[in-house]
């Protein structure tokens, strides 16, 4: 059978003066990835070499899932092994390499720079685990020979930034809120203070070099190559403010003017703040993560969709970037219909937005499925 790379030839490429940005894998082509290789004249920087199969609910056979998360690790891995740079920009297993993986994919890893989400801060205790197990890999196969513990240090956590002056307009709206919702907000604010509390008391891992390998915490951080300029976001919440769910690091890749912007999963973007911060990067490409409205009714509902087209509209008119991908979660079920005002907005103002899929000539896999009848 023809692989998907062999049919594409260079369809999968969006030239952005002298950026060339490779769509690995997406949601729309029928895994859950959301992967790209970023090449400029210095540097090839591969992000989030990660896959993982459609959820239970999705209309395909678990067969065709697994065939297809296979598919998007061949591209990764073909097109992954030649780059200089690796990012990581949050532990779920559809963004970095499930551990047990590791040695089929040592060609992404070893001799490389690794530019990854900070595994001791900003991090919930599910991805901390991940985090650690994922790095002592990378150590393992990158020739390290002494106990990975050897590199965990006392907490250094200090909150040099608030986190709702960093969110004031959405801290704001929960702050008003009322019932149910105030509630909800009372027992997030728990859960932060909680964690935060375990950031202080936790050992630490520190960054580390072995081999050609070379682990460097990304946070909030700016790295230059050449003339390229990668830079990171400050810690953001995967989704929803407080969200449990954690965090992820953004960036922006530079060179001659040019600017390619990554979201990570924002979902949407539902924070206001995170819209404006993708705005005032004045990005030419985004590569952007849309709302899991496959979740509508129990872990998305009306106020997040009415926030993620909000600030999709306000992206468009005021970023006004020549394309934009938006795909990942918002390709896990029929989206559309409850997203055809941004659709309809972006025509209107001359903005190029389509899934992974669609950029490359296909229709997007929950599109091609036959969906269940609805009882």
Not at 133 to 145: T, V
Not at 217 to 228: H, K
Request: some cysteine; aromatic content about 12%; overall charge positive.
């Amino acid at each position: 059978m023809e692989s998907l790379s062999e049919k594409l030839g260079d369809r999968d490429i969006i030239v952005l003066g002298s950026i060339k940005v490779r769509l690995l894998f997406f949601d729309s082509l029928g895994a859950k990835c959301s992967s790209v290789l970023v090449e400029t004249p210095d540097v090839s920087i591969l992000i989030d070499p990660g896959a993982a199969g459609l959820q239970p609910s999705f209309p395909l056979p678990r067969e065709e899932k697994a065939r297809l998360r296979e598919e998007a690790f061949k591209r990764i891995r073909r097109y992954g092994a030649s780059s200089d740079i690796v990012v990581i920009t949050h532990y779920h297993y559809d963004h970095h390499v499930h551990p047990s993986r590791i040695d089929e994919m040592t060609c992404l890893f070893r001799d490389k720079i690794l530019l990854v989400k900070d595994p001791n801060q900003w991090i919930n205790k599910s991805q901390r685990s991940r985090a650690f197990k994922f790095l002592s890999e990378i150590y393992r196969i990158s020739g390290g020979n002494k106990p990975f513990k050897d590199f965990m240090e006392t907490s250094r956590f200090e909150m040099t930034s608030d986190l709702f002056e960093r969110h004031p307009k959405t801290a704001a709206l929960w702050e008003r809120s009322k019932g149910k919702k105030l509630k909800v907000y009372q027992a997030k604010k728990r859960w932060f203070e909680k964690i935060v509390e375990n950031w202080k008391r936790n050992k630490w891992v520190k960054s580390f070099e072995v081999g050609g390998t070379k682990i460097l915490f990304a946070d909030d951080r700016e790295f230059i190559f050449g003339d390229t300029r990668i830079k990171f976001t400050f810690p953001l919440f995967h989704g929803q403010f407080l969200d449990n769910v954690g965090w992820v690091i953004g960036l922006t890749v530079e060179h001659a003017g040019n600017r390619f912007l990554f979201s990570s999963d924002l979902q949407g973007p539902i924070i206001e703040e995170y819209a404006e911060w993708i705005i005032n990067s004045k990005p030419n490409v985004i590569v952007a993560d849309g709302p899991p409205l496959y979740t509508y009714g129990f872990m998305i509902g009306k106020e997040e969709i009415k926030n993620v087209i909000n600030n999709m509209q306000r992206i468009i008119r005021e970023a006004r970037p020549s394309k934009i991908i938006w795909d990942h979660h918002i390709c896990r079920g029929i989206f559309r219909p409850k997203m055809r005002e941004v659709y309809l907005y972006a025509e209107k103002e001359g903005v190029d937005i389509c899934t992974a899929a669609e950029h490359i000539g296909l229709k997007p896999m929950i599109e091609q499925v036959k969906l269940p009848k609805s009882k």
